[in-house]
């Protein structure tokens, strides 16, 4: 069946899994401040992680850091790299910060993210790997401004398309459908869906998920 598949990938991609200190603090520490546990997976992490060193990122953005756990697996991923991570609430952004003291790298910076994005894009910044995991009612915005920011050749993941497209069934919202209506018409970038198992969650509704993953042409 396919939930003895599921146990099945989430016991074998939970085998591969280098967990260190510092990740294992980051969640600790997260969950004992009160933040939703509603960071990546650890599996997802390593995908992350991965992608980052095949694009041999440099520097990697960031839209939602929470407490920072993501960005653990940013900073770790590639000798060299740096990361910048924008959060808009204080508390989450002081959580985060304490959980990478250590991590030299990263630079969190507090603010709501259309606020933060076009300062990057006027300062010159340019980044290899952007990350989009905030909130749903700006991503088309997010988009655009990650498209201005990535270098040609390098990569933008969204994360959790495939979860809006498949609840906006249920609750009728089209948020899901109208960033892939977005992304179809940017003649800037290759993208497509890449479906993931989020066995991590207990939910069955949310055991499907899938990211957008796009290359800046
Ligand atoms: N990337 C994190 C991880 O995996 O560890 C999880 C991020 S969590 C799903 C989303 C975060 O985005 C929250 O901390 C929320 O406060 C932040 N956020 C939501 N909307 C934002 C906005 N417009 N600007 C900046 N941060 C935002």
Do not use: M
Not at 95 to 107: G, I, L, M, Q, R
Not at 116 to 127: D, H, I, Q, S, T
């Amino acid at each position: 069946s396919l939930q003895r598949a599921f146990k099945i990938v989430t016991q074998a991609q939970n085998d591969l899994i280098k967990s260190t200190p510092q990740l294992d603090h980051a969640l600790s520490n997260s969950a004992a401040q009160g933040l939703p546990s509603i960071a990546i997976a650890p599996a997802q992490g390593v995908s992350l992680s991965i992608l980052c060193q095949l694009v041999q990122a440099r520097h990697v953005l960031e839209i939602g850091t929470l407490g920072g756990y993501s960005t653990l697996f940013f900073a770790n991923s590639v000798p060299g790299v740096k990361v910048t991570s924008i959060e808009y609430n204080p508390k989450h952004h002081a959580v985060a910060k304490e959980n990478t003291t250590d991590a030299t790298n990263v630079e969190i910076i507090l603010g709501a993210a259309l606020d933060v994005l076009p300062k990057l894009a006027a300062e010159g910044r340019k980044f290899d790997f952007v990350f989009i995991d905030a909130d749903w009612d700006e991503q088309r915005e997010y988009f655009d401004w990650a498209v201005k920011l990535t270098n040609k050749g390098k990569a933008i993941y969204v994360d959790n398309v495939v979860r809006q497209l498949t609840e906006a069934e249920a609750d009728g919202s089209e948020k899901g459908r109208a960033l892939i209506d977005h992304v179809r018409q940017d003649e800037r970038v290759e993208a497509t869906l890449i479906p993931t198992l989020s066995t991590h969650k207990v939910k069955t509704s949310e055991l499907v998920d899938g990211y957008l993953l796009a290359v800046v042409k």
